[in-house]
């Protein structure tokens, strides 16, 4: 019997929000947490040095994308993924499953897995459940996502349905090939994490979280959200996936959100947020306040000599919204970087906040505060 | 009278090599010195924080794009390039006249100055010898250049010796300026350094040596060089200023040049240098090391797992090869930005090296050393 790996600290009375620690192989990590999001081995924009200043504490590295380039051979010569990208702290693996809905071409999917074309320079490739875990073993992240089937929204309830005998089976076939091999990462056992499908039917929900559950793993998702849903759907898939979740394993909403949705999630009783608003809105000049975004390129910030924002990171202090639009309007890379770092900042801090907040028994007050400040379109259009 | 700003603290007996310090309202730089340049306020790529980690000294700000974009009146309200930038520590600014022949469009130099439309947005513009020194005042560098024309190669003699005459004309203007106005930055006097020209001629070059030291500046650079000359014609520009310009005060060649040139420019008496290459190069995947430039981008680095060279800065160690290459190759700014501080680091230690062999009675073998180790073309071209 393995250690336990997942300890839950605490609850919120008001909510289902709850705090707790996951212990990894590289490291432990506070929950709830957010894991900025590094596609390529590399979280876009932003150093090593930078995130461990930021106090990221896990970060995520897509299987789809590096199996796709540099590739797997280098990846193993490497020695894995964490000393290629030079980050010794813990790192979560997808397995590529919804890259391969998402970007792969001329995908077929058959019993054994998907066959593609790769997005980069359109070669065949094959993903399935032991590819993709054998993958993610080579990778040796911390934390190995299960392959499953992403299905599309809308999606009707006998494809959902299909869809999610076949991710189950699936998941049946990664459980066995964990079983078989065992991987270690860092000399310790490597933590596997199923994925809840089932689209918007609360059943398949139901069932799905069940399921994975008698197979036991060290942690469970919620995926097939943020896939173009209304927000409402995406609140009801974890609420109809949740409470089938054991209290004792971390759970993780994969993919999400704007900073109102990870609160609301944090409400719902999930631990862990993996999204790339941060780094991307940052490459589209968007930076994240307490009061909503703020576009910086806009006009009305060409003689604002305050900083990006009254909370924001050290690292981009000193620095006026003035300046910062300058090199936004110059094309300098600093100025990407900087509302990187901020927004990266702002989402990190968030979930660090909303932590301490379920610790100390005001999740209930810092959620109302927070939902009611922040306002989704603040911003007038420019001038 | 002044106080001294610049201490010549020692030469080589074996070369026209020197070391010394020179005093500046926002600090003292050591010399011979690199100055990393930040033309639109922003080293490309760079933060101020590693700057300040790779020990750069000083920088290098430019007159002509900064009145272009954001403007003066921005950087007026802003307080100052060091303020608007984030840096602390010295700079030096050009006085946009090589920008002026350079970039701008439908230039009409008139005896007032020039008249053109800028390169961002074609708005008509005028840079003269007042307005450059006023301009460069509201920057609050440390070290303003003077206005000059810089012109181009090849060059008649005819027209180089009108040249020189505008641009002396113009240097009494700027001394003019200087004296009525008294520009200080930090509560201290801004330093003002001449610009030799004269082309490719020996007299021309002593000429205006010669007449901009009676005019008394604070230093001295030697201008239009590395303006497309055979590399011989450069060092015999630098060969015919530097003994007309006097000791006791720091000489500054202009927008040099590679590894090789820097180390022969030192040995002939120069005491700073900036120059685009190192992050220049680093948008085209080009690393500096010992032993010439290599590109990461080439397929031979697809399994070097060695790191970008042996010598290198703290930030990029624990990267390797293979791993910058997959940055560049996936678009990744990490990899840029990883090639832009080796090669700063390359720049700055490069010209700190030849400080301590100087000082430390060992130039010459420095030089012979590293001259005869780096080859201009090392690498064959890939496969």
Request: contains cysteine; aromatic residues 8%.
């Amino acid at each position: 019997m393995r250690a336990r790996m997942f300890t839950l600290l605490g609850t919120d009375p008001h909510s289902r929000a709850r705090y707790g620690k996951l212990e990894t192989p590289h490291g432990v990590v506070e929950t709830p947490v957010f894991m900025p999001v590094g596609t390529q081995g590399s979280v876009k924009g932003v150093h090593p040095e930078e995130l461990r200043a930021l106090d990221a504490q896990i970060i995520l590295g897509n299987t789809y994308h590096l199996a796709v380039r540099p590739g797997m051979e280098i990846m193993r010569e490497a020695g894995g993924l964490h000393k290629f990208a030079n980050w010794d702290k813990p790192i979560l693996t997808d397995s590529g499953g919804f890259q391969v809905f998402s970007l792969g071409k001329i995908r077929k999917i058959k019993e054994e897995g998907v066959h593609f074309q790769n997005h980069v320079d359109g070669s065949p490739m094959f993903l399935g459940p032991e590819t993709a875990m054998e993958i993610q073993a080579v990778l040796g992240s911390d934390i190995a996502m299960l392959f499953d089937e992403c299905p599309p929204h809308p999606c009707d309830e006998t494809y959902a349905a299909q869809s999610l005998d076949l991710t189950l089976r699936w998941a049946r076939r990664c459980r066995d090939w964990i079983d078989a091999n065992q991987p270690q990462t860092n000399g310790k056992p490597q933590l596997h994490f199923g994925i809840v499908q089932g689209s918007s039917y609360p059943e398949l929900r139901a069932r799905s979280a069940r399921e994975l559950v008698a197979m036991g793993f060290d942690g469970y998702a919620v995926g097939g959200v943020s896939v173009g849903e209304p927000e409402p759907e995406m609140f009801a898939a974890v609420e109809n996936s949740e409470p089938h979740l054991p209290a004792d394993k971390p759970r993780y909403a994969m993919g999400l959100g704007t900073p109102p949705q990870l609160i609301e999630m944090v409400a719902r009783g999930i631990d862990m947020f993996d999204c790339v608003l941060p780094t991307r809105l940052a490459r589209h000049s968007t930076a994240f306040t307490r009061y909503g975004s703020i576009n910086l390129k806009n006009s009305r910030y060409t003689r604002d000599y305050a900083e990006i924002d009254e909370d924001t990171h050290p690292l981009c202090r000193g620095f006026s919204r003035a300046y910062v639009r300058h090199l936004l309007k110059a094309g300098e890379i600093l100025g990407l970087r900087l509302i990187s770092l901020h927004n990266l900042h702002f989402y990190l801090s968030l979930l660090s906040r909303a932590r301490a907040a379920i610790k100390g028994g005001v999740f209930r007050e810092f959620r109302e505060d927070f939902i009611s400040q922040y306002q989704t379109h603040t911003e007038p259009p420019d001038s």
